[in-house]
């Protein structure tokens, strides 16, 4: 059974109008949703089975100006500081039960390109940026590490001054698009005494000698998702690959990191809606003893419950777009919202799939693969409990 629903904010009853778009939001809407439609669905399965999408995927996205939306027009982007725009894709892509699809894009979006963007000189944003806005290269950013998890400020991965080189040693792991990628964007200390201050982040082309991968790895969802684990062995790279200036890579890392927050945040979002949606579409027609699923008093207010919150949710992540568009989302904001949109996923989920019965527990159906992709989402870009530690510091410093 393909039954992969379609995002649409406002498709039950009660649901409350979104207001934060405009006409032009709605028309590019529907240029991603017609893109989805025509090259990401049919091939789902497919990719799931690979491990990974195809390249040309990359290509015909930049076709369709669904890359580097907020990147410079002189680099091939689309110029517009609109956060909104990254939002639309990702609701289409994961609406669509494509979440490890939109993965692919968005890791670029709203992952690889802010760093160039905000850091990146010129002669960098010609070598990475506008190749892989143009689809012809893919990018990616390696941080988590296999002793580290997310605690980036413990990573281990070295890179020693040698004249004008560094010579970088380390592993990477859970490392989207790694097996993909072109470049990647890469963590490492540069002074193992400074702590924090001793993190730069540089740009590692992955045909340098020394620099292997391994995967994809197998996980228990997201399985058309590219994720590898990377090595450097007295991998050489330029000082002229350094991003953003050395010793800064931990402030910059720090500064991009609500923004993927917030990805992961629209992400879960957009899927509990669909599977919500189609939990209670299943409620209704489906009848037991005589009435349907969603005439039990018990599964209405289950229904009730979790309307109520996804509505609740959608207004608070509707504003942090809106103030992500104008530069004012902040980390704790952000980490108000991946923990708490991820977590409410999580329940949604858990209903929806009782709701089903035994065929919440069948592969073929949306809700048993949402079950699958949804986990990790409370772990990856930061953990819950990272993301609460992040809300009480501020709130007791």
Not at 37 to 56: F, I, K, T, Y
Not at 144 to 171: I, Y
Not at 277 to 291: D, I, N, P, V
Not at 347 to 366: D, N, S
Request: aromatic share 8%.
């Amino acid at each position: 059974m393909n039954d992969r629903p379609r995002y649409d904010a406002g498709m039950n009853a009660v649901a409350v109008p979104r207001t934060i778009f405009d006409e032009s939001h709605d028309d590019f809407r529907d240029t991603v949703r017609r893109f989805v439609e025509r090259e990401v669905v049919p091939n789902l399965e497919r990719w799931s089975e690979a491990g990974r999408v195809d390249r040309d995927l990359f290509r015909k996205a930049a076709e369709t100006g669904l890359l580097g939306i907020t990147a410079p027009e002189e680099f091939g982007g689309g110029g517009v500081e609109d956060f909104r725009y990254n939002a639309i894709i990702i609701e289409e892509f994961a609406g669509a039960g494509a979440t490890d699809v939109s993965m692919s894009i968005d890791g670029e979006n709203d992952l690889v390109a802010p760093y160039f963007i905000a850091f990146g000189t010129d002669e960098q944003n010609e070598r990475w940026l506008a190749p892989m806005l143009a689809g012809e290269k893919i990018g990616a950013i390696a941080m988590t590490e296999p002793g580290a998890g997310s605690d980036l400020a413990s990573l281990t991965t070295t890179a020693r001054p040698d004249g004008d080189e560094f010579v970088l040693n380390g592993a990477k792991t859970f490392i989207s698009n790694g097996l993909l990628a072109d470049f990647v964007i890469v963590a490492a200390r540069t002074d193992p005494e400074a702590g924090r201050k001793g993190i730069s982040l540089l740009v590692v082309d992955t045909d340098t000698p020394g620099f292997t991968r391994s995967g994809p790895l197998k996980k228990i969802g997201l399985f058309a998702q590219d994720t590898a684990e990377l090595s450097f062995a007295d991998v050489r790279v330029p000082r002229a690959n350094v991003l953003g200036g050395e010793g800064e890579g931990w402030k910059n890392m720090r500064r991009n990191l609500p923004i993927e927050r917030l990805s992961i945040a629209v992400t879960s979002m957009a899927r509990m809606r669909a599977t919500f949606e189609q939990a209670l579409a299943y409620a209704t027609e489906r009848h037991a003893f005589g009435q349907r699923i969603a005439d039990f008093q018990a599964n209405r207010f289950y229904l009730a419950e979790l309307a109520t919150e996804i509505e609740v949710t959608q207004a608070f992540i509707d504003r942090c777009i809106v103030d992500a568009s104008g530069h004012q989302l902040d980390e704790v904001t952000a980490a108000m919202a991946k923990w708490w949109t991820t977590e409410l996923h999580q329940r949604v989920i858990q209903r929806a799939l009782q709701l089903h019965g035994g065929y919440g527990f069948m592969r073929e159906y949306a809700v048993a693969r949402d079950y699958m992709d949804s986990r990790v989402a409370t772990i990856f870009g930061g953990t819950t409990e990272i993301m609460k530690e992040i809300i009480g510091r501020r709130l007791t410093k």
